[in-house]
Each structure stands twice: as structure tokens, then as C-alpha cells.
């Protein structure tokens, strides 16, 4: 029974032994990520491994995870316009390697190839590009701008062998000098378009005075006219109804008392009265 027991127990040994040399030949490549494997006597192998377990050989062979997702940088940039401006540029970078390209990648620049790549290559390609506009234009343009720095960017991270999948310009400052200008040039637009503003007004008040004072001429004119046509009848006239206006507006008021002319109303009482 003892020696049934013996047995028993070498055999677990055994198994376990066994076990912990298989687990400690396995690896795992999570989902997104890829592994490259280094050989102490071949060195790294052109083959990259995809998710998943898998077997390597301990001591020999030594697997090195690369994450393969998007991933986000802000590089920050200080440089100059056309117009010898200066701009602070902060360029926002989702970038990722090539999978086929890590064996490359690793030999070459290491696991933090990100961090000897885009820091280098991000400020010589947007200085390059930031140097053909001026300050307006990198305000009004924008657009391009970002499509030239997208451009020229990914060219460049290509033969380093990874992929940028979207650059943004998320900030973009200039000098305190140019800050300044801008504000002075917009005061002085704003003035220049108040003082259009009130030669505007001025002119359109000539020119109201301009046709007053042909509409007075033009009345003038046609009175004069009227006198040469109808001699003093229209003076005359003008008096006759001026005088029935106050006639009407007389007879109208109280303890007013119209007398008649050529008419001695008061001279033809008897004299009796007068007595």
C-alpha cells in the first residue's frame, strides 16, 4: 500500500513538472495585439504572430507584444508663419504600427518607436508646411492647412512603418504682437466703417436739402407764373379767403358781435334813448 502511494505520488510530481514546463512554453497575444519573437540564436523572426496562445521555447525564444490599436498623441509645436509670425501649433496624432512591418519596427526602433518617430518627424513636417501661409491665411485656410500637414505626415510615417489614421491641428495661438495688431485693425475697421457711415448720412442729407430746395424753387416758379397770368386777381383771391376763414372762426366765438358796414346801426337810435 505504502509503495502504491510512492508510486502515486512521483507521478503527480511528474505531472506537474510537466505542467509548469508546458505553461511556461505558452504565451498569449490579446486581441489588438501582435508578437514578434526573438531567438537567442536567429535573432527576431520575420513571422508575426497573431491573437491568441501559443507555444515558443523558454530561454531560447522570448515573445514581444506590440498593441496594434489607434492610439492618441499631441505633439506641441512653436514656429514661424510666411509672414515671420510666430505660431504655437498643437497637432493631435492617431497612429498605429503595421503589423507586418513590426519585425522591422523592433529591430530598427524598439517597442517606444512612438516616441523616437513622431516627436522628430511631426515639428520638420508642420514647420515645412505652417512656412508657405501667412497668419491670415492659417486662419482662413485652415482646412488645408491640415490637409497639407495629413499629408506630407503620413508619407513620412510610412517608411518608419506605421499608419496614421488622423492628424488634427487642435490648437493654433500666435504672439502676443500679432494678438495686438489684430485687435488694433479691427478697431480701425470699425472706425473706418462708422466715419463711411457718417459721410453716408451727410451726403443723403445734401441731397434731401438738394431736392428741397428745387421743389421750393419749382413752387416758386409756378407762383411766379400764376402772378404774371392773372395779375392781382390771385393775391386778391388768397385775401377773400382769408378773410372768410376769419370771419368763420369770429362767428364762432362767444360775445362777438358783428356789425354790418356802411350801416350807422348805433347813430340811427331816437334820441330819446340817447336822453
Do not use: C
Not at 510530481?13 to 505558452?26: C, I, Q, R
Not at 470699425?190 to 434731401?208: D, G, I, N, P, S
Amino acid at each position: 500500500m505504502a509503495q502504491f502511494f510512492n508510486r502515486i505520488g512521483q507521478m503527480g510530481l511528474g505531472v506537474a513538472l510537466l505542467g509548469g514546463v508546458v505553461n511556461s512554453a505558452l504565451y498569449n497575444v490579446e486581441g489588438g495585439h501582435r508578437a514578434v519573437i526573438f531567438d537567442r540564436f536567429t535573432g527576431i523572426k520575420e513571422n508575426v504572430v497573431g491573437e491568441g496562445t501559443h507555444f515558443f521555447i523558454p530561454w531560447v525564444q522570448r515573445p514581444i507584444i506590440f498593441d496594434i490599436r489607434s492610439q492618441p498623441r499631441n505633439v506641441p509645436v512653436i514656429t514661424g508663419s510666411k509672414d515671420l509670425q510666430n505660431v504655437n501649433i498643437t497637432l493631435r496624432i492617431l497612429y498605429r504600427p503595421i503589423p507586418e512591418e513590426l519585425p522591422k519596427i523592433y529591430t530598427i526602433l524598439g517597442q517606444d518607436y512612438d516616441e523616437r518617430v513622431l516627436p522628430s518627424i511631426a515639428p520638420e513636417v508642420l514647420k515645412a508646411v505652417v512656412a508657405q501661409f501667412d497668419a491670415g491665411e492659417l486662419i482662413t485656410q485652415r482646412e488645408m492647412v491640415s490637409q497639407r500637414v495629413s499629408q506630407e505626415l503620413t508619407l513620412r510615417a510610412k517608411q518608419f512603418g506605421f499608419i496614421l489614421d488622423d492628424i488634427s491641428l487642435t490648437h493654433l495661438t500666435f504672439g502676443r504682437e500679432f494678438t495686438l495688431a489684430v485687435e488694433m485693425k479691427q478697431v480701425a475697421q470699425q472706425e473706418a466703417e462708422k466715419a463711411r457711415f457718417v459721410v453716408e448720412k451727410a451726403e443723403q442729407q445734401k441731397l434731401a436739402s438738394i431736392i428741397s430746395a428745387e421743389g421750393d424753387a419749382g413752387a416758386a416758379d409756378l407762383l411766379a407764373r400764376s402772378f404774371g397770368e392773372a395779375g392781382d386777381g390771385l393775391v386778391e383771391l388768397r385775401r377773400i379767403e382769408a378773410a372768410e376763414d376769419i370771419a368763420y372762426q369770429l362767428s364762432r366765438s362767444r360775445g362777438v358781435a358783428y356789425l354790418p358796414s356802411g350801416q350807422h346801426t348805433l347813430l340811427n337810435l331816437p334820441s330819446t334813448v340817447a336822453q
